[in-house]
């Protein structure tokens, strides 16, 4: 299929040409420090904030649910990345920098398609994963996306639509997919937190556990929560 480009009049082009025109008055160091920011330092950062997510979820009721939440940020990049596969085979669209002379290209030799961004559609999909389980976390998670869609595009590599299709494709993944994650890993993060590796899912001293709610619903609740509920039923029964 033909590129999305076209010659002529485009938005698409004139927002490249205004975001890229930023690189070719910056100074070096700020396009080499850009160069690493767009292409790992983004990305490094959100597996860092998914770290701390994991380790503060470890330590709320509701251990598992929580943590469950959190494994679907990573799961859905990957689904997500996978999804682009066939995307980006079937509209063959070039990078700007080989239909548009003149371009500050921070990473040349790329030779793969440009629509839809990987980056783009990886840091949305973990973004979007981390607000469905952590709304703080995954507020910074979203701005991370954003600045990453804007640095691909300031790279020279990427058309601001690439961007927009990446944030969409991620965006969808994430949300569609979720209810259905959740009904297959809070069970597993259940587990895992009643075995010899429940570290992963609770905090020492915090011990993961499934029940059922007064209504049958399943729930999920620490250990500790659950004993003190005991001793207030035994006091009450005492009375």
Request: charged residues 15%; proline residues 5%.
């Amino acid at each position: 299929m033909a590129g999305l480009a076209f010659e002529g009049p485009n938005p698409d082009v004139d927002v490249l040409d205004g975001i890229n025109g930023l690189a070719k008055d910056a100074p070096q160091w700020v396009n080499k420090a850009m160069e690493y920011i767009g292409e790992y330092g983004l990305i490094a950062g959100l597996a860092v904030l998914c770290l701390i997510a994991w380790w503060s979820a470890r330590r709320r009721p509701g251990a598992a649910a929580a943590v469950a939440g959190l494994v679907w940020a990573p799961l859905a990049a990957g689904i997500a990345l996978l999804a682009n596969i066939p995307i980006r085979s079937f509209v063959e669209r070039p990078r700007p920098f080989k239909d548009h002379a003149g371009l500050e290209v921070l990473i040349p030799g790329k030779s793969d398609f440009s629509f839809v961004s990987d980056h783009a559609t990886l840091t949305m999909a973990v973004g979007v994963g981390l607000f469905i389980a952590h709304r703080k976390f995954g507020l910074i998670g979203i701005l991370l996306a954003l600045a990453e869609g804007f640095c691909r595009v300031y790279m020279g590599v990427h058309y601001p639509t690439d961007v927009v299709g990446g944030f969409a494709l991620g965006t969808a993944v994430a949300l569609l997919l979720a209810p259905l994650a959740q009904a297959l890993l809070v069970p597993l993060t259940t587990a895992i937190g009643r075995s010899k590796l429940s570290w992963l899912v609770c905090a020492p001293g915090v011990e993961a556990a499934a029940g059922q709610d007064a209504d049958g619903s399943r729930v999920v609740a620490t250990g500790s929560a659950m004993r003190r509920g005991q001793k207030e039923r035994d006091k009450d029964l005492a009375a």
